[in-house]
C-alpha cells in the first residue's frame, strides 16, 4: 500500500515520534510505502509532497516540531478542495491517509472517510482537550515546561514581594493550567471552565502575602471573570481567519496591583509550551500511537483513530474524537481549589 502521512494544526512535541514509528513499522514490518504531505490538508490539497522513509526519519524522535510541516487549511471551507484532494490522492497513486491533529484535522478526516477516503487518525494536542482518549502526546511536555516557569517565578516573585500571574495555553480547557499550577504549586488556578471572581481571587492573594509569601496565580489563556462583560479580550480572527486570544494575563496582574496597591507582573508563556523536545512519557505515547495506527491501516480499519485509555492503545470512531470536547470536570478542579490561597 501507499500510504500518505499529514500532520495539522498547531504543532505539538511528539508529531515527530509518531511519524516516525508509523513509517518504521509500516516499512519494517508491513512493507508499505510512504508519502509526506507537507503542511496539514494543504499537502493532499496542493499536491505538496516529501519522501519519506526509514532514511527521512532517522534521528527525529526527540526533535519538536513536525519534519512535514503544518497548517490549519480546512478542505472543506475552499470551493472544490475536497474534490481536488481525491482527485490528487487518485494521481500520486496514494492509496490511504494518516492523519495526525486535533479536532480540526480529525473534523476534517472524519467527514473525508464517510466521502470514501480510507484514513486513520492519530490524535495531536499540547490541550489535552480531545475527547476518546485519556491523553494526548504534547501534554505532558507542556505541562513541564509550564511547571519549571513557575517554579522559577516563585523566587523572583518572593524576592520583590510581587504577584505572578502565569498566563498558560488552554482556549476552550484547562488541563496545562490545572496540572502546571498543581505541580508548581501555584495559588489560585484559572480554567475556562469555571469563569471566575475577581474579588475572590485578590481575596486569596491578600491572604497569600499576609502569611509572608508571594501569590503565584496560573491562568488559562481561555479563562473569564464572572462578570465577563466587564472585559473584552481577543477572541477575533487574525488575517489568516485564526481566533486570536490572549491578554487575560496581563489584564488579571493591573486588576490585582489596582486592587492590592502592590506590584504585579504577568508572564504569558505562549509557545515555548509548544516548542523543543519531548519528555519521555510523550515519545512513548506518540511511539505506541503511531505504531497502532499503522496497525490499523494495514488491517484496513479505515475512518477509526487510535487513542489511550487508561495504559492500553485502543481505537475508536474518528466521529467520536471530535463529538465532545474533554473539559476538567467540577470534581477534578474542586480538589485543587482546597489549596487555593
Ligand atoms: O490548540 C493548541 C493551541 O496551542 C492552543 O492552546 C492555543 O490557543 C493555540 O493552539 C494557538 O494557536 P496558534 O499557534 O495558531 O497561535
Not at 484547562?174 to 505541580?183: D, F, N, Q, T
Request: net charge negative.
Amino acid at each position: 500500500m501507499r500510504i500518505g502521512v499529514l500532520t495539522g494544526g498547531g504543532d505539538c512535541p511528539g508529531l515527530n515520534a509518531v511519524i516516525r514509528a508509523v513509517v518504521r513499522k509500516g516499512v519494517g514490518t508491513y512493507g508499505h510505502e510512504f508519502v509526506g504531505f507537507k503542511d496539514g490538508w494543504k499537502g493532499p490539497l496542493e499536491g505538496l509532497t516529501k519522501p519519506l522513509g526509514v532514511q527521512e526519519v532517522r534521528g527525529i524522535l526527540p526533535r519538536g516540531g513536525t519534519i512535514l510541516g503544518s497548517s490549519r487549511t480546512n478542505p472543506f471551507k475552499i470551493e472544490g478542495g475536497v474534490e481536488q484532494i481525491k482527485k490528487n490522492l487518485a494521481e500520486m497513486g496514494v492509496d490511504a491517509l494518516i492523519a495526525i491533529g486535533g479536532e480540526d484535522t480529525l473534523g476534517v478526516a472524519t467527514k473525508l472517510h464517510e466521502l470514501g477516503v480510507q484514513v486513520v487518525g492519530v490524535p495531536k494536542t499540547i490541550d489535552n482537550d480531545l475527547g476518546a482518549t485519556d491523553y494526548t502526546f504534547g501534554f505532558d511536555t507542556a505541562v513541564n515546561i509550564a511547571m519549571e516557569a513557575i517554579d522559577r517565578l516563585h523566587t523572583t516573585a518572593e524576592s520583590h514581594h510581587r504577584t505572578v500571574v502565569v498566563e498558560v495555553m488552554g482556549r476552550h480547557a484547562g488541563w496545562i493550567a490545572l496540572h502546571s499550577g498543581l505541580a508548581g504549586g501555584a495559588n489560585v488556578i484559572l480554567i475556562p471552565e469555571r469563569p471566575f471572581d475577581l474579588e475572590k481571587v485578590v481575596d486569596h492573594v491578600e491572604n497569600r502575602f499576609r502569611t509572608n509569601y508571594s501569590p503565584i496565580i496560573v491562568v488559562s489563556e481561555g479563562a473569564v471573570p464572572a462578570e465577563g462583560d466587564m472585559i473584552t479580550l481577543g477572541g477575533e480572527l487574525d488575517a489568516f481567519g485564526h481566533v486570536r486570544l490572549g491578554g487575560i494575563g496581563t489584564w488579571l496582574a493591573e486588576q490585582i496591583e489596582k486592587r492590592t496597591g502592590k506590584e504585579a507582573r504577568a508572564v504569558v508563556l505562549g509557545h515555548t509550551q509548544r516548542g523543543g523536545t519531548p519528555t519521555a512519557f510523550d515519545r512513548v505515547l506518540a511511539t505506541r500511537f503511531g505504531l497502532h495506527a499503522i496497525d490499523a491501516a494495514h488491517e484496513g480499519d479505515w475512518g477509526k483513530m487510535v487513542g489511550l485509555a487508561g495504559t492500553d492503545i485502543v481505537r475508536v470512531p474518528l466521529i467520536e474524537a471530535t463529538r465532545e470536547l474533554k473539559t476538567v470536570p467540577v470534581e477534578k478542579y474542586s480538589e485543587a481549589e482546597v489549596l487555593f490561597g
